[in-house]
């Protein structure tokens, strides 16, 4: 089984909800291998702040070296968030993620400068994405309805296009927990991805309700921040 094959079998394994961490360096990495995670989600956000960069502003070329870096610290799969994909046609992204090693691609589906793209283009987009890297890449494809102030239906929408498309998994992103079985109800099938914030359900709740993968994006750097924080303070006053 390639890692591509074992990074896709994880998410059609059943039960609970596939729980990916997201390491922003090759030290985080570790550690969460060896806490018995059985694979590995890179976060873009994560990993500007860890190189010193605004989200969305990490240089292509910064970002994938970074992934490359993590993959490398660890035996397990990973897969990179490349945000909209640095404007690389199908061909070269693939290339460019296969040469990190990374076995899975997240791609939004909004830019910072045109905001949200035509569903059927960025449907489009996956495909070519698809044709070109055939399985060797697991295709997480985001859904950034949520962020621009839609819903359920246009979500549901995006989601049916993009798993029509070639994409392994949809992630609505900032979808809440009690959408989860609405987006189910739409029609919404396979993988989903769910962002997991503080105060949202337990993992085993959030798989009932229709859940299949947790990621936390920036989250377990902001909170281990907040650690490094309260350690500097202990530091001043010892």
């Keep these: 089984m390639t890692r591509a094959e074992e990074l896709r079998a994880l998410h059609l394994a ?25 694979a590995l989600a890179t976060p873009s956000a994560g990993i ?26 660890v035996s397990v799969p990973v897969t990179a968030d490349l945000e909209a994909g640095y ?17 899975g691609l997240n791609l939004e589906d909004s830019d910072r400068t045109v905001g949200p793209r035509d569903p059927r283009e960025q ?18 494809a985001r859904v950034d309805t949520y962020l621009h102030g839609g819903g359920v239906d246009e979500a549901a929408e995006r989601a049916r296009l993009y798993t029509a498309a070639g994409a392994d998994c949809v992630f609505p992103i900032l979808a809440p927990a ?7 109800a739409a029609g919404v099938e396979g993988p989903l991805n769910f962002l997991a914030r503080p ?3 337990s993992f085993a709740e959030l798989g009932r ?3 299949t993968r947790i990621t936390f994006g920036q989250g377990l750097l902001l909170r281990t921040l907040a650690g490094t924080k309260e350690i500097a303070a202990g530091l001043l006053t010892a």
């Design 14 to 38: 059943g039960g609970k909800p596939l729980v990916l961490p997201g390491p922003w360096d090759a030290a985080s990495a570790r550690v969460f291998e060896e806490a018995g995670f059985p």
């Design 48 to 73: 500007a702040a860890a190189l010193g960069h605004e989200d969305g502003k990490t240089p292509a070329d910064e970002m994938f070296a970074a992934v490359a870096r993590i993959v490398r610290a």
């Design 87 to 103: 404007g690389l046609g199908a061909k070269e992204l693939v290339a460019r993620v296969l040469e990190t090693g990374a076995v």
């Design 123 to 140: 449907a489009e987009r996956l495909a070519a994405v698809r044709a070109e890297a055939g399985p060797g890449l697991f295709l997480n």
């Design 178 to 184: 009690e959408d989860l079985p609405r987006l189910r």
């Design 199 to 201: 105060g949202d359900p």
């Design 209 to 211: 309700l229709g859940a």
